[in-house]
């Protein structure tokens, strides 16, 4: 039987790091919404959609039109992406266009695509 080289084979506890980790530890609450908001970016519908908005403003009518997905299949994901303030949107006229919220998002998508394509 061959030995993992990745499982730690010691017992000591360094306590000055276990100490200021747990001194810089959010609450369980920042924890929960970090999930949250990383599980409503697992859906591959609404990734693509980030991908589309993070290029272009779009109306939902563009966007189903480049995933070639019905208008209320987008309007659903985009009303999950909304309430998570991940996009936001803005009315001309009869239009309503929506964007990235904020250069955070932004930052968040970039860096994901960017770390899965330099791991090819």
């Known amino acids: 039987m061959s030995k993992n080289e990745f499982v730690c084979d010691c017992n000591i506890i360094h306590q000055e790091v276990v ?3 747990l001194k810089k530890m959010p609450e369980q609450d920042l924890f929960n919404k970090i999930a949250e908001f990383f599980k409503i970016l697992g859906d591959t519908t609404r990734t693509k959609i980030l991908f589309a908005l993070d290029t272009n403003e779009m109306c939902v009518c ?3 039109n480049v995933l070639n997905m019905s208008k209320s299949s987008i309007s659903h ?3 999950t992406l909304r309430r998570s303030g991940i996009v936001k949107c803005r009315k001309q006229g009869k239009e309503v266009y929506y964007m990235l919220d ?3 998002i932004q ?6 695509k960017e770390h899965i394509e330099h791991r090819k």
Do not use: R, S
């Open 102 to 104: 904020d250069d955070h």
């Open 19 to 21: 100490d200021n980790t």
């Open 107 to 112: 930052k968040v998508f970039e860096i994901a």
């Open 62 to 64: 563009d966007i189903a």
């Open 77 to 79: 994901q985009l009303g």
